[in-house]
């Protein structure tokens, strides 16, 4: 039977490729999506032109009602959830004494707090059948913090704990729990950036460049297959990181 993945923020950057690498190996991809409904569509698009199904799902993964629909849907048109993806997330770049409860609540419902909610709910099924792979998309931030994204650190970092401890609770269900901590990818996310910082932040990364989305594809791939990892924070930042 073929594997169940559930992508969330899958419309756009990381998550995009991540659904599109999934859905060209034979396996049915349920691609969410919230505010970016018109790069969802032109995802499935791409994608049927190549011949590949896909489906795209509207939910607010900050919000546990939509959480609830988005699973309830997923298992009752696929019957299971083999691999969840937990990549929705936003940036916020401020100064921490300008941040509000409102910038708080908006950070860490969307990166953190969706992670924690969408594997409740799909954990079940996953114990159901004795099988799950669940990757988290942290940041090199969750390891290391960083200035004007206090914010943003606080919530990876929360999955890296989230991580660790959730492997060792379900390992013994056979559902193996890691995340990928991203360096600087070329994504929207680089906008935060000037051109002469992007520069400068090659010239501290030992390979010189900056990470591609494949990067990342790549190593979720890999997790995907193997069945002997888990509880891990796997850093692809070229060197930049090195803890």
């Not at 993964?61 to 009752?76: D, F, G, N, P």
């Not at 990757?135 to 999955?159: D, F, Q």
């Not at 890296?160 to 901590?181: C, F, W, Y």
């Amino acid at each position: 039977m073929e594997k169940v993945a559930l992508v969330t923020g899958a419309s756009r950057g990381i998550g995009r490729e991540i659904a599109k690498s999934l859905a060209k190996q034979n396996i049915k991809v349920i691609a969410n999506y919230n505010n970016s409904e018109e790069k969802a569509i032109e995802l499935k698009k791409e994608l049927e032109a190549e011949g590949i199904e896909i489906d795209i799902v509207k939910a607010d993964v900050s919000k546990r009602e939509e959480i609830k629909k988005l699973v309830k849907y997923a298992i009752e048109n696929y019957e299971k959830i083999d691999i969840l993806i937990n990549n929705a997330g936003i940036s916020e770049y401020k100064l921490f004494t300008d941040e509000t409860d409102e910038d708080w609540n908006k950070v860490i419902n969307t990166n953190l707090y969706s992670a924690f909610a969408v594997s409740q709910e799909v954990i079940p099924n996953m114990i159901k059948n004795k099988n799950g792979c669940i990757i988290n998309i942290s940041s090199v931030w969750g390891m290391v913090g960083a200035s004007m994204e206090v914010l943003y650190s606080v919530s990876k970092a929360g999955i890296d704990g989230l991580t660790k401890a959730l492997a060792k609770e379900l390992g013994p269900s056979n559902i193996r729990v890691n995340a990928i901590a991203p360096g600087i990818v070329d994504t929207d996310m680089c906008k935060n950036f000037s051109k002469e910082e992007l520069e400068n932040i090659k010239e501290e990364i030992p390979l010189e460049k900056i990470g591609k989305v494949e990067d990342i594809s790549k190593c979720i791939n890999w997790l995907i297959n193997d069945n002997y990892t888990t509880g891990q924070i796997i850093s692809i930042n070229g060197g930049w990181i090195i803890t």
